[in-house]
């Protein structure tokens, strides 16, 4: 038997009907702070494993020709994981457009930063609190986006843009994933009370080539193939504008 999907089409309509825009600004401003998070502990543990195996870099140098081309690797390499978990979230909090708000993630992480660095150097606190902000693996400063040209400066950019839109669109997917695993009848309690039905009855009706709940094929029509899937939790009731039937797998 199919099961029912919801596509990245039908999440845009349902959020039109609602109306709301592509893009949800608390996904993205989530999705950030995870990134800005992310980044702050996997960096520490890429450094603990690269020392270990005598490779002397410092990821949250504020200088990217010091980071060097070994240390602008793994700089690119977390990055681009820390904001695969960034535009994940936003993705999945956004339920649509997940590309999109995964991109607004590289974006907005970019601008976030260098406001607060500029803000903060302006106020005139010590130097200590902008070195901070620049250990967060973006560029804030002017001589910092002097030196992107360096392997450290293309692989921090290259990391966020592309771990940020892989994770938009992962974060987003997982809905249908979910809609798909909550219609199909091999999954959950359903499932449960079909394992249990006897075996030999099983194999009969497999041989007769008969549902196994008993009907003959031309009396289950496809309204009663949307109820047999239909989730068995009253909390969660299916409600898919221009739903479409995928292939049977």
């Known amino acids: 038997m199919g099961t029912i999907v919801e596509d990245r089409r039908e999440r845009l309509a349902l959020a039109e009907d609602a109306g709301l825009g592509r893009v949800s600004g608390t996904s993205v401003l989530t999705g950030v702070l995870v990134g800005y998070g992310a980044f702050a502990v996997l960096a520490g543990i890429a450094a603990a494993v690269l020392r270990a195996i005598n490779v ?17 690797i ?16 936003a993705g999945r909090m956004a339920r649509r457009a997940g590309a999109t708000n995964g991109l607004m993630v590289f974006a907005f992480g970019l601008l976030i930063a260098i406001a607060v660095a500029a803000v903060v150097q302006a106020s005139g606190v010590t130097n200590d609190v902008v070195r901070q902000l620049r250990s967060l693996g973006v560029p804030t400063s002017a001589d910092q986006w002097s030196q992107i040209g360096t392997v450290a400066g293309i692989a921090s950019l290259a990391g966020m843009l592309f771990g940020s839109l892989l994770g938009g669109m992962m974060g987003e997917r997982w809905h249908s994933k979910l809609v798909a695993r909550a219609l199909d009848p091999h999954v959950g309690p359903e499932a449960v009370v079909r394992a249990a039905r006897p075996k030999a009855l099983r194999a009969e009706e497999r041989r ?39 292939p049977a797998s």
Do not use: H, N
Request: glycine share 16%.
């Open 56 to 72: 002397d870099v410092y990821l949250g140098e504020d200088s990217f020709r010091r980071t060097g081309a070994a240390g602008g």
């Open 74 to 89: 793994a700089l690119g390499v977390v990055l681009f994981v820390s904001y695969l978990f960034g535009g994940y979230v």
């Open 208 to 246: 007769q080539g008969m549902p196994e709940d008993g009907r003959q094929p031309d009396e289950i029509d496809i309204t009663e193939k949307r109820k047999a899937a239909a989730p068995r939790r009253g909390r969660f009731q299916a409600r898919i504008r221009g739903g479409k039937q995928a």
